[in-house]
């Protein structure tokens, strides 16, 4: 009786540890992902931005303006003209994603760099968008804030 | 308890071997024989977690591939040169190079830009490349 209950034992954390892995696992994969669509839509939604700005809190100051950052439940937010975009999409999650963006205040350019962390896991990405119809991004003295708004006017619009 | 004299040898000899317990040397080889069994199984969390992470550092390799090109992208078109390998400011274990091509007529540049990161086999690598025209050549018009 004794060896079963070992035997038991033994298998039933083994058991415990796979799924442990399992659940490891995919939860890296779903915050991986969604960080990676969040790079994503920073990048397509802001190429064709005419107007940027930095700041260092989440503002919409007007109907036409497109608005990026993290809301307090740690989930990415891109509001915008006809557009509310929440990232990751269910709240059956822990994911607590904070998102810098900065520029590179040496020389004025059209590059906006950002980086995504998820504060539970500590994984980052790192990555820039050229923007195509800006020459200057307004930033603060800092150069980095934690979300940006942003104007484009869409092809025949 | 009435035995047949067959019979009862039988069942002293099933006494003696289950009715006195288990050797210590029995459990363990008991337990000896288990983890042998389960020792191949080991290697799927082994593997699994080997792909996890490679995942995860190409994701990051791949972004900050994508990072170079968009810079090489704010660059103008005659500063445009290749760089030799190079740590990623802020990313620890990941470095990149950027190799520029011009076109045999000049009418372009490739640019391709390499990232390495460590993986658990190894250094890996990854390249994403782009093509600029060169903006001081305009096509002739049609017709003329």
Known sequence: MALLVLVFLMCYQFLNFGNIVYNNGAGRYKYQQDMALAAKYITDETRYADTMAIFNTPEVTSDNKYCIFIDGSGHFRLIGPNKDITIPQDDQTNEKLSLTFWVDSSSPNNLLFFKIIDQVSGYSISSAVYLENIDNIAAPDSGSGIAIDFTKTLPGS | ?144
Do not use: C
């Not at chain 2, 040397?25 to 977690?49: E, G, H, R």
């Not at chain 2, 190799?99 to 993986?119: F, H």
């Open chain 2, 1 to 144: 308890m009435f035995f047949l004299p067959e019979k009862k040898r039988i069942y002293q000899n099933q006494r003696r071997i289950f009715g006195n317990g288990f050797l210590l040397l029995d459990i363990s080889l008991a337990v000896l024989l288990i983890f042998l069994a389960l020792l191949p199984l080991q290697a799927v969390f082994y593997y699994s977690q080997l792909h996890l992470s490679a995942a995860r550092l190409l994701t990051g390799a791949v972004m900050l591939a994508q990072a170079g090109l968009e810079e090489s992208l704010d660059a103008s078109y005659d500063s445009l040169v290749s760089r030799d390998r190079a740590s990623v400011p802020g990313q620890p274990g990941y470095s990149r190079s950027i190799s520029v091509a011009d076109s045999p007529n000049g009418r372009w540049k490739t640019i391709v830009v390499t990232v390495y990161y460590p993986g658990a086999d190894g250094e890996k690598q990854v390249s994403l490349a782009v093509q600029r025209a060169n903006p001081h050549i305009r096509l002739s018009s049609t017709g003329q």
